[in-house]
């Protein structure tokens, strides 16, 4: 029997057997059958015979073992069961089937009679439908056969095409790499006109359709951008529908998927004709058009359509584009050139200039040159327009004509568009963005190489505008001259004259002075010139101004690399060791600005000290700006301090003049001590023989030299042998001093010397880093000086024995200070924190009673002693070093309750008083150390650390007001004065309570309400006439302490809102019981609201009021005058908050 007969006997489903095994061997390469060569050997009765018999088999094998039951619908209705083997056994067959089918396809001829094959691919076809969509081989098989039957043209191509692509495009929205199925719908996408639109059946696949402009890989890959090209020319219904869409997702749309979107719409209209081109035109991109110019510029699609419509505007040079952006606009934009409103005007202005010039071709030149006139005569309209933004954006649109279109406009309309430009919107001092844009819009200009020669005449009188007192500006002017320098449009110092350059670079911010140094690096650092250039112009440079040299050379590492900073600084050397050995004449340097001046070159200097000290500076900026460099290659570090140090004694003896020795003593703290040792000796023997008073620029350079060599330990020996010394001998702890020079103890200067190492970096971490011995053991010594502000509080002269008052102050706050820093880098524990404890507990029990401390005359008639300054200066400065350790947050829950406690007590003296501004910020940092999240149930835990200590701050708090208000009972002037300085405090801390909304710090807010309300409640009980009855319009008409108070509350919004909050819970829970206090309430509200503040809250608040005026309205009908004028002054104000 041959293959042939042997492969029709097959096909049934008694061999079924036989059948998937010639399938088999059809699949494995290494067999020689193939199943087309037996069909295409096969004559055309044979091929009939085996499709019939595939479709009986077929049958067979659905009906004994349907889709329901397979594999794939088991799993998407939820199943979970292992699949049968009859379940794979189904699916091979129709497999095979699937196979036989498909290359059947391929060998049949035109006359070939299929009817059987079309059964076989009708029950294939049910099978896809009922499968769901997926990646199963069986169902990409049946799913290549209906395409292969769609492209084949034969009876129902439409039904099994339209399956195809429906199926096409899920996938393509499912599978993770969709570039081959969006390749296959672009093949399939002639289905589409055999479907009916408005056909219900349909809607589907129109849906889908307009998924794919919602998926960026349709959108960007290339077949996918001719699909969605394609179904703007599917139904002219469809167009409106699918504009519709893209502007719905347009806020969603990246600016890259943006411009293909753009490009989508520009091909669909390049091949639309006809009822579809006038569609897309009208209904697509005018609809774009008028969108650009109407919607606000804040709108987050604005930028996107302008987009699309910039994609329109750049393809001018399309066929038949001139002609459908003068229509479209016609109707639109000369209109909204002219409108009221400045954004409209400002989003026209760009596409009008954008898109000029605006013609039809088709129209005479004559026309033509009339329209194009009339254009720039309203460009030029624009710049003169009221607002900024319009003259701002018709700069830009200017320059964008005159750069695009300069070969082609009349001399006479671009000079006046340029002398526009330059004489007066450079000038423009309404507005520095006007500006700024035609600084920034010159630029463009410049890149048309046919401007320069005009520009080259005008630009010089904008030099001023270096001087501009917006930064933006100048930052502009400094961009378009290194634009004239790249395009060589002009030489920039012509622009600009070099000293108005280097007088900027003195004094100017980081980015004005970066781009100045960019303008000027190769005038004054040639690179390819030699190091004595270089010098030569470092010289000149300094010369023209000596602080421009010095941020000059803060810049150069930007342009150059470290090995030209280092050669630099060594032909510096050179020179500066010419000065040492023969004068000369300063004035033979050329002072030349020019870019390749300087050609003098002299080698020897003298000794101008200006000069000198100039250099020098300079070295040890190039030295700073290289040191990373240099630490990364020993040998270079090595080289350079040997040359620098081998003449640093002769720099010292030579250059004595203060200026000089500044940089000489930095330069050699970068070298080791041994480089420059006859200076290193001396170091520690000058800063034992410094005055007292010296000031920290005579010691400062000195400690960070002994710091960087890593002699950090001696300068805290001889700070601590100082204060042991100058304390009280009762107080020293024994310890035997040993100092190697007879020098008197100088305690004011060893605290400043400690003052220096721990207020910058670089000494504070090398002071650290000596451990805890040395540190603890001045710690110590800094802690004895209690003993000594004791006895200036307790004795009532002065004891020339004791050191000064101001140094044992010092001394105290130095003690906390150090005891922070201790804490936080040398302590496990809670040593330090417990050493600021005992202090706490000192003050307590030593300087508080001297808050309250009466005179020695203590007749009747005799008044309370001030009370002691020093007793006041102590708490406060203990309080401050508090608040630092809070506020970096070293603070615990022992040591805030501690500090607070002390708070208690201070506010409890009789003096406290004068401590108010110390004690909030404690109050203040302490809250801020709890998150409202910290704290979400304390009513079930009232016994809660964070609950228990923020009801000590709100108590405390509700202290402090109490003391304000009674001070400005006793004393008003001071009370005021108190208030004032309490003011930055109060502002921080309610900073902070705002943020809570419940107990226990939202009962500051209720302190301050009532306080408020009972001081104008005590005015109004006062008021005896009722022309005296007087709604306030601003903090300044309320009474001494609500005025304070109410200008806190109204510095910020969020304060504010918390404020009137519980203004509506505490009228809400009837707390205010009358009509004077509903009045003084109302008074604050009206206050508010001329501040114009919070206006939802102000409404909240003064709707709960009205329910409870309202109830007063019958009881106060037949009042006193007083009351009923209190009462309809009310009603007034509240009528003109709620009508707000």
């Not at 606000?296 to 996107?304: C, D, E, L, N, T």
């Not at 006139?373 to 320059?399: F, Y």
């Not at 309309?413 to 330059?422: N, Q």
């Not at 500006?473 to 320098?485: E, S, Y």
Request: aromatic share 8%.
């Amino acid at each position: 029997m041959s293959k042939r007969e042997a492969f029709l006997e097959a096909a049934c489903k008694e061999n079924v057997e036989d059948f998937l095994r010639f399938i088999q061997l059809h699949k494995d390469k290494a067999e020689p059958f193939d199943v087309e060569e037996v069909l295409q050997e096969m004559p055309r009765e044979q091929r009939e015979a085996l499709w019939r018999r595939l479709a009986s088999l077929l049958q067979d094998v659905l009906l004994e073992f349907p889709t329901e039951r397979w594999e794939g619908r088991r799993e998407e209705e939820g199943m979970q069961e292992e699949p049968t083997a009859d379940s794979k056994h189904a699916v091979a067959v129709v497999d095979g089937v699937t196979l036989v089918s498909t290359v059947s396809l391929q060998v049949l001829q035109d006359d070939d009679p299929y009817s059987p094959l079309l059964e076989v691919t009708r029950r294939l076809h049910d099978v896809l439908v009922s499968l769901p969509v997926s990646e199963a081989p069986l169902q990409n098989h049946i799913h290549a056969l209906c395409e292969a039957w769609w492209k084949k043209g034969l009876q129902e191509k439409e039904r099994f095409g339209r399956t195809a692509f429906f199926v096409s495009l899920q996938k393509s929205f499912i599978l993770k790499k969709p570039g081959a199925e969006i390749q296959r719908v672009w093949r399939l996408h002639d289905v589409l006109l055999s479907l009916d639109y408005t056909s219900e059946e349909n809607k589907q696949i129109i849906d889908l359709l307009l998924q794919c402009f919602h998926r960026p890989a349709h959108i960007r890959n290339d077949d996918g951008k001719r699909f969605l090209v394609f179904l703007f020319s599917w139904n002219v219904n469809f167009i409106w529908v699918i504009h519709g869409t893209i502007k719905n997702q347009l806020e969603f749309y990246s600016k890259p998927i943006t411009a293909h979107i753009a490009e989508i719409y520009f091909r669909a209209w390049k091949k639309a004709s006809g009822e579809f081109l006038e569609k897309i035109e009208s209904l697509c991109i005018q609809d774009f058009m008028q969108n650009a110019i109407f919607l606000h510029r804040a709108s987050p699609v604005h930028s996107k359509v302008r987009q699309i419509v910039s994609y329109f505007h750049m393809r001018k040079d399309c066929r038949n584009v001139d002609k459908m952006l003068y229509n479209l606009y016609r109707p639109i934009l000369w209109k909204a050139l002219s409108a009221p409103n400045f954004e409209v005007r400002a989003n026209s202005t760009l596409l009008f200039t954008e898109a000029f010039p605006f013609y039809d071709p088709s129209e005479s030149n004559e026309k033509i040159d009339e329209n194009i006139q009339k254009q720039l005569d309203t460009a030029m309209n624009l710049l003169d327009d009221p607002h900024p933004t319009v003259r701002s954006n018709a700069t830009l649109g200017v320059c964008k004509i005159l750069a695009k279109c300069w070969e082609l406009l009349p001399p006479t309309i671009i000079t006046d568009f340029v002398k526009k430009l330059v004489a007066e919107l450079a000038a423009d001092s309404s507005s520095p963005d006007v500006r700024c844009s035609v600084f920034k819009c010159l630029t463009i200009v410049l890149d048309n190489a046919l401007s320069h020669p005009l520009l080259e005449k005008l630009l010089p009188t904008l030099k001023y505008s270096l001087h501009d007192n917006s930064e933006k500006v100048r930052i502009a002017f400094l961009d378009m001259l290194m634009k004239v320098k790249a395009v060589r449009a002009a030489k920039f110092w012509d622009v600009c004259n070099m000293d108005h350059l280097l007088a900027r670079l003195a004094i100017d911010s980081h980015s004005v002075s970066k781009r100045i140094v960019d303008l000027l690096f190769k005038s004054f650092f040639p690179v390819n010139e030699s190091e004595k250039e270089w010098c030569n112009r470092c010289i000149t440079l300094i010369q023209m101004n000596p602080m421009a040299a010095r941020k000059f050379y803060q810049f150069a590492y930007r342009h150059t690399a470290p090995t030209n900073l280092i050669k630099l600084m060594l032909a510096i050397r050179r020179v500066l060791n010419s000065c040492i050995q023969v004068d000369c004449d300063m004035t033979d340097i050329n002072d030349s600005n020019k870019e390749n001046s300087a050609q003098a070159a002299p080698a020897l200097l003298g000794k101008d000290m200006t000069i000198v000290s100039s250099l020098l500076e300079v070295v040890v900026i190039l030295w700073r700006s290289v040191s990373k460099a240099l630490k990364q290659n020993e040998e270079a570090q090595k080289y350079t301090c040997a040359k620098f140090g081998s003449v640093m004694s002769k720099y010292f003896q030579a250059f004595e003049d203060e200026r000089a020795t500044v940089p000489l003593i930095q330069l050699a703290s970068f070298m080791p001590p041994t480089a420059v040792p006859m200076f290193s000796c001396g170091v520690m023997s000058r800063l034992r023989r410094m005055d007292s008073g010296a000031a920290p620029a005579q010691y400062s350079q000195l400690l960070d030299c002994l710091c960087s060599w890593g002699q950090a330990a001696d300068i805290l020996e001889l700070i601590t042998d100082w204060l042991t010394e100058s304390l009280p001998k009762k107080a020293t702890s024994g310890r035997k001093v040993c100092i190697m020079e007879t020098v008197e103890a100088k305690p004011d200067l060893a605290l400043a010397y400690l003052e220096h190492l721990f207020s910058h970096t670089s000494t504070r971490e090398k002071v650290l880093a000596l451990g805890a011995k040395p540190l603890k053991q001045l710690h110590t010594v800094l802690g004895n000086w209690k003993l000594v502000l004791y006895s200036h509080l307790s004795s009532t002269t002065e004891d020339p024995k004791h050191a000064s008052v101001e140094t044992a102050l010092n001394a105290f706050k130095h003690h906390g200070r150090l005891g922070a820093h201790l804490q936080h880098n040398l302590s496990d524990g809670r040593d330090y924190l417990l050493s600021l404890e005992h202090v706490a507990a000192w003050v307590a029990d030593r300087v508080l009673p001297f808050l309250a401390k009466r005179s020695d005359d203590d007749s009747e008639d005799s008044e309370k002693s001030q009370p002691q300054p020093l007793a006041a200066e102590i708490t406060e400065s203990f309080l401050t070093v508090c608040r630092d350790v809070l506020l970096v947050g070293l603070g615990d829950e022992t040591f805030k309750g501690q500090i607070l406690h002390l708070c208690s007590l201070i506010l409890l003296s009789e003096a406290g008083y004068l401590c108010i501004p110390a004690v909030l910020p404690i109050l203040k940092e302490v809250a801020n150390s709890y998150a409202p999240e910290d704290n979400k149930e304390p009513e079930e835990n009232q016994e809660d650390p964070t609950t228990v200590i923020l009801g000590v701050v709100s108590n405390i708090f509700q202290k402090i007001i109490e003391l304000l208000a009674r001070r400005l009972r006793k004393d008003p002037e001071e009370g005021k004065q108190l208030c004032q300085s309490a003011v930055p405090g109060l502002s921080d801390f309610l900073q902070v309570a705002q943020l809570w909304d419940r107990a226990p710090l939202s009962g500051v807010f209720s302190t301050l309400f009532a306080v408020i309300v009972v001081e104008k409640r005590h005015l109004l009980q006062k008021i005896e006439h009722p022309e005296a009855v007087i709604i306030p319009e601003s903090v300044d008409d309320m009474p001494p302490l609500s005025r304070i108070l109410l200008s806190v509350l109204l510095k910020s919004q969020p304060v504010t809102r918390a404020f009137l909050a519980e203004v509506c819970t505490s009228v809400d829970s009837e707390a205010i019981g009358n009509l004077v206090e509903l009045a003084a309430v109302l008074h604050v509200l009206a206050v508010i609201k001329h501040a114009g503040q919070s206006k939802a809250g102000l409404k909240s608040a003064a709707v709960s009021v009205q329910q409870q005026l309202y109830k007063h309205a019958v009881t106060f009908a037949d009042s006193t005058d007083v009351q009923r004028v209190i009462y309809e002054s009310s009603v007034t104000t509240l009528n003109e908050i709620l009508h707000l």
